[in-house]
Structure formats: C-alpha cells, structure tokens
C-alpha cells in the first residue's frame, strides 16, 4: 500500500474538490483506484498502485491551479485533467491557468476549457485562414466568435461577418416568410446565441443595426470583397467544392477568416463532395493557413456528449474494417 499527503491546500479549492455528494472525489478515486481521505493535516491520497498515487497526485495539484480561474469544478474539467496526466500530458495544462479570452456581457472572463483550445485560439492569433475542424461541443465556432468580438472591441477589424450555408433549404430561402433576416434565422440562431453571450443582446442588435456585425447566408458572399473584417464560416462540412472556393476567395485587406466544421455530420446531398473535406486537402501547408482537428477530449458539453462521440467513431471504424475486408475477399475470389 502506498500513500502521500498534500498539505496547505487551498481552503475554497477542497471545497470545489468535493463538490456536491463528493462527485469530483469519486470520479479520481475510479479512474485512478485510489481513496482520497480529507484529514486534519492534508488531504490524504492512498493506492496500491505507485504510479496511481503519483498520477492521484498531479490530478489533484493541476486542479488547484486550475481553480483560480474557474467557478467550479464540473465533470468535463476534472475527466479532462485525470486523462491528460494519464496520457502523461499534464505539463500542456498550464497554457490554462491564465489568457482570459474576453469577458461576457455578464463579465465572466471567458478561458479556453482545454488544451486543445488553448492551441486553436493561438492559431487563431496568429494566422489569416484558420480550420477548426471536429466534433459538436469542442467550442470552435463559440471560440471564434469570442476572438471575433475581441477584435472588434481592440478596433483591430471594423466589421464581423457570420456565414453559413442553408443546406436545408438548398440556399433557395425564398418560400420562408419575412424578409432575408427572418429567412435565415434559423439557420444562423447559434451564432446569434454565442455573439447575445459575448455582447449582451441589446449591444448585439445595435451592432446590426449599424452594420458593424452582418450575418448572412453563404450564397449572398459571391462576388464580394470582405476588407478589415473578421469573417466566421460555420458548419463549413454542408458547403460545396465551389462554395468553399468562393467563400474564401472573398478575403480582403486586414481580414481574417475562420471555418468551423464537422466532418462526421455532413447534409449534403448523397454523392455531393464536401467543400470542407477538399479545403483540408488542398490547403494543407500553406504558410498563413492553419488547420486545427479537435478531438472527444474537447468536448465541454455533458459529459455523455463524449461517450457518444466515441462510440459512433468506433463504429465507423468498423465498418470501414469490414468494408476493407470485404473488398479483400470479393478480390481474392476475382483471383
């Protein structure tokens, strides 16, 4: 039996720590099959496991890092840490401890909730052309209209655009009723959640009003020049080759452009090639252009979003095994 003792915790950190029924305690404890013991002297960390105990160890101490900037400690925080020092990668944790995004209209500051995050923001820093690409929840559409709105407040760019295709209704929106703004509301409402969060509704409206937020479908991008804008394609998977060549064709003096998207749910028509799917292709490697592949482990969704995302990939995974199979067998017969 092995055990080590971490004294001089943090007083408001062990109470985030055992949390509501000790739920953050239990979830350690079952990863790493160790007991955690709050007493007098230290919180008390035991396992027959030495690397168990040690991996208990740094869990616990990169939580209390982690606590400073964050409200709680939910599930998705605490499952996350435990697999990063699992997977030996706690070191990658500290680039969250501070680089606070933006603050909401409500004023909470606004961090990347992973390291996978963290590194599509700095891209988004640090390039023209940013693809962020991977499953629902990992944030990147929600990331990138923060970074668009900070820009906006910096003065760095004097416009946001917002795009993305109508593929429900074959960007032929006109038997919906109202005008073009009524038309594609329901396509375009989570940009309009995330830009309500970032700016306050009322803040938000204004920007529409003035022109200096547009929203739109990507049909309506043809035959535009989009300068000093900051210019966010979402759901870029729906897109067509052609559509995704236009889009980022559009690009203008001190613009930057981001394309958000997720491969594994595309709408398009079957036998239509995704604009995404090319882009990816095409584009990797050109020097101001970066592609950013999210993973399960940047979902910050409910916890059961990654069991889902898992369990389709591991089902896709096998069916494309016995898809190759079968090609193999249908040729050893042909043979």
Do not use: W
């Not at 990347?112 to 052309?129: E, F, R, S």
């Not at 969060?197 to 991008?221: R, V, W």
């Not at 930057?256 to 997720?262: E, L, P, R, S």
């Amino acid at each position: 039996m092995f055990e080590v003792t971490l004294k001089e915790l943090n007083i408001d950190f062990l109470f985030k720590l055992f949390g509501t029924y000790e739920s953050n305690v239990k979830l350690i404890e079952n990863a790493l099959a160790v007991k955690l013991l709050n007493r007098g002297d230290g919180l008390k960390i035991v396992g027959e496991d030495v690397s168990s105990v040690d991996n208990a160890k740094i869990v616990i101490e990169q939580l209390e890092k982690l606590s400073p900037v964050s409200t709680e400690l939910d599930e998705n925080t605490v499952n996350y840490v435990i697999a990063e020092v699992i997977d030996g990668k706690s070191e990658e944790l500290s680039s969250l401890y501070s680089n606070c995004i933006c603050l909401t209209a409500k004023g909470k500051p606004l961090k990347a909730k992973t390291v996978g995050q963290q590194k599509y923001v700095n891209l988004i820093k640090t390039n023209t052309v940013i693809m962020g690409v991977g499953p629902a929840g990992t944030g990147k559409t929600f990331l990138a209209v923060a970074m668009a709105v900070t820009a906006l407040k910096e003065k760095k760019i004097s416009k946001i655009i917002l795009t993305r295709p109508a593929v429900e209704a074959g960007e032929k929106l006109g038997f919906l009723p109202g005008d073009l703004q009524s038309k594609i509301d329901p396509y375009l409402r989570p940009l309009y959640d995330a830009l309500g969060e970032m700016l306050g509704n009322e803040s938000f409206q204004k920007h529409l009003e003035k022109g200096t937020i547009e929203i739109a479908p990507l049909a309506y991008m043809r035959g535009r020049t989009l300068d000093d804008a900051f210019i966010i394609l979402d759901e870029a998977q729906n897109t067509t080759p052609e559509q995704m060549k236009m889009f980022l064709t559009r690009l203008g003096n001190n613009s930057k452009a981001i394309v958000t998207g997720d491969v594994t749910q595309i709408d398009l028509p079957f036998m239509k090639k995704s604009g995404l799917i090319e882009a990816l292709d095409i584009l990797d490697g050109i020097e101001g252009i970066a592609i950013y592949r999210f993973s399960h482990k940047d979902v910050v969704r409910h916890p059961l979003v990654q069991k889902i995302i898992l369990a389709y990939e591991k089902n896709d995974t096998k069916k494309r095994k016995d898809g190759e199979e079968n090609q193999r067998r249908r040729f050893r017969t042909l043979k």
